[in-house]
């Protein structure tokens, strides 16, 4: 699951769904009702959705299954629209500083800490670690959908999913 959005309060409405646009709101009904949480009218949030190993990796495998809905929780990444307000244009460091207070303490939704390092030392401690990869984004852009040359996704040859 990729994205959320929730509706004005007036009619209290979350809605999940993949990048694909399968609608995950009825299989991740906790997540919902967190996004419902927020304390905005209506928003827009680029996350996953993942269930976590006790190791701190991420199980995908679970998602599909009841009591890894049950588990899940949302990684939030980036801001794109709040109460009417498109954020995309605005700088990713911008987003960003928005998104952590908007999420701040609510219950299962979590705000995904970047690292201000050089790109292929995080990539490196990422594969020891046993990571799929990284995402390396230039914090002074602005949202683009789809691939673009400021967001590099780097993915770990040697990943095996557990």
């Not at 646009?21 to 009218?41: M, N």
Request: charged residues 25%; proline residues 3%; aromatic residues 8%.
């Amino acid at each position: 699951m990729t994205g959320i959005a929730c509706s004005p309060a007036s009619k209290p409405v979350a809605s999940l769904w993949s990048r694909h646009g399968t609608d995950f709101t009825d299989k991740l009904p906790l997540i919902a009702e967190a996004v419902r949480a927020l304390r905005v009218d209506a928003v827009l949030i680029e996350g996953e959705a993942v269930v976590l190993r006790p190791d701190g990796h991420s199980d995908f495998a679970a998602l599909w299954t009841n009591r890894g809905a049950d588990a899940a929780q949302f990684v939030a990444f980036d801001l794109l629209h709040v109460d009417g307000q498109d954020r995309r244009k605005l700088a990713l460091k911008v987003r960003r500083a928005e998104l952590e207070s908007l999420v701040a303490g609510v219950h299962i939704v979590m705000f995904s800490q970047h690292i201000d390092a050089e790109g292929a030392v995080v990539f490196e401690k990422a594969c020891e670690m046993g990571l799929e990869g990284i995402v390396n984004k230039r914090l002074g852009s602005p949202y683009w959908s789809g691939r673009v040359r400021n967001w590099l996704k780097i993915k770990n040859q040697a990943f095996k999913r557990r």
